[in-house]
């Protein structure tokens, strides 16, 4: 789950990670009051979206500039209104953009030098790493592939947690000294306590910056939270905003069910992630191209079966659908009178191809052999992603 960067400030706030003062507006009525809350000076506008490229995005109309640094209020009035309600483009959205509804004020900084600061988790090795780097404010991407020397990657003991001579060692990397390197260690120290009790699975400040008056705060703010602890964060798990979210994406959640919506047309179900990955790389391999993941998980119930087909069947692009089950847990029984229910009730007009093995199977494939409904069945995978390949094209 991620959050937007006023809501990132607001934590970093709990954790005394230093940050210009802010204000938002998600209303063109708050814009004047969200301003007045501000000192008087140059202001910052910044589109909040779960996005990145702001600063170069343009809205639908053409307006250009979802982050704009402005000369006073009135200025900022001006650009927060062209801004909030109107949609933003970057290249981290797609074509569709993503709807502003919520802008984000703060007095502008004067930048001295501006660097990277993140902590996220290695998966390689199964430890949080915290990554800085001289050089802020743009992708760190391109600086991995330009000029990797100026990344200074150091792994955290997760049974040790991050020593003080760990952050030293991050603040002297960056060339900070004096006042800015007591503050510089300790704002890394704080960021992995956030890290760490917030169940964080990125904590990113980009820029990390050092003002002209020799101070070091957080310009900009990127947190996400690893779904699975929501459970227990129950203060993050307030801040999640479901208008930067696929709707699809959102009733699945509801019912327990792990979905992705990705560009293709041919629809998967299939009960568990590794399977599903499987599952959708053999679609790519003859030629088919998955119009989504979806695990329905070790466990599911005719209903979240039922639930499944209806989430799928709400993407336009869908021109066919794979079903692909090994029953452990699940029997295969159960999956087969979920998908003859799904099929009754919702008329499924796309090629549906149905893989099961595993408990039951034999049952499973009676019930669907016996419903009478335009079911293909298959009894490997290949063969299934074959078969759903070509209905597809058809159809």
Do not use: W
Request: glycine letters at 10%.
């Amino acid at each position: 789950m991620n959050i937007h960067e006023y809501q990132a400030k607001e934590l970093f706030q709990q954790y005394g990670i230093p940050a210009p003062q802010g204000s938002i507006a998600q209303s063109q009525q708050e814009i004047e009051a969200a301003l007045d809350s501000l000192p008087d000076g140059p202001v910052v506008v910044k589109s909040q979206i779960h996005a990145g490229g702001r600063g170069k995005g343009i809205f639908d109309d053409g307006y250009q500039g979802g982050v704009q640094v402005l000369g006073g209020k009135e200025e900022a009035l001006e650009a927060a209104g062209r801004m909030l309600g109107n949609t933003l483009v970057t290249h981290q959205t797609g074509p569709a953009g993503r709807k502003v509804q919520t802008v984000y004020f703060t007095e502008a900084s004067r930048i001295e030098k501006e660097y990277y600061l993140a902590i996220l988790l290695d998966r390689a090795t199964a430890r949080p790493v915290i990554v800085a780097s001289t050089e802020g404010g743009v992708d760190i991407e391109k600086v991995a592939a330009k000029t990797p020397q100026k990344i200074t990657r150091v792994s955290i003991d997760p049974s040790l947690g991050l020593m003080p001579f760990q952050a030293r060692k991050v603040a002297l990397s960056l060339g900070f000294t004096g006042t800015a390197f007591r503050q510089a260690v300790n704002i890394v120290m704080a960021l992995y306590r956030l890290f760490q009790e917030r169940d964080a699975s990125l904590v990113e400040i980009n820029p990390l910056i050092l003002t002209e008056d020799g101070n070091v705060e957080a310009l900009d703010a990127k947190m996400g939270f690893d779904d699975n602890a929501l459970y227990r964060q129950k203060e993050v798990a307030a801040l999640r905003d479901l208008n930067e979210e696929d709707p699809k994406e959102v009733e699945a959640s509801k019912h327990s069910l792990n979905y992705i919506a990705l560009d293709g047309n041919i629809a998967c179900m299939v009960n568990g992630a590794g399977l599903a990955m499987a599952t959708m790389d053999i679609i790519k391999h003859y030629g088919g191209n998955p119009a989504n993941f979806l695990d329905v998980g070790g466990g599911a119930t005719e209903e979240q079966v039922e639930q499944a087909f209806q989430i799928i069947l709400s993407d336009p692009k869908v021109e066919g659908i794979l079903v692909n089950i090994f029953g452990g847990i699940m029997k295969c029984d159960v999956i087969a009178a979920g998908i003859i229910g799904a099929a009754k009730s919702m008329h499924i007009e796309v090629p549906l191809v149905v893989r099961l093995e595993g408990t039951n199977v034999e049952r499973g494939k009676e019930l669907l052999s016996e419903s009478g409904l335009a079911i293909t069945s298959a009894d490997s995978l290949s063969e299934a992603a074959q078969k759903i390949v070509q209905l597809a094209s058809v159809n």
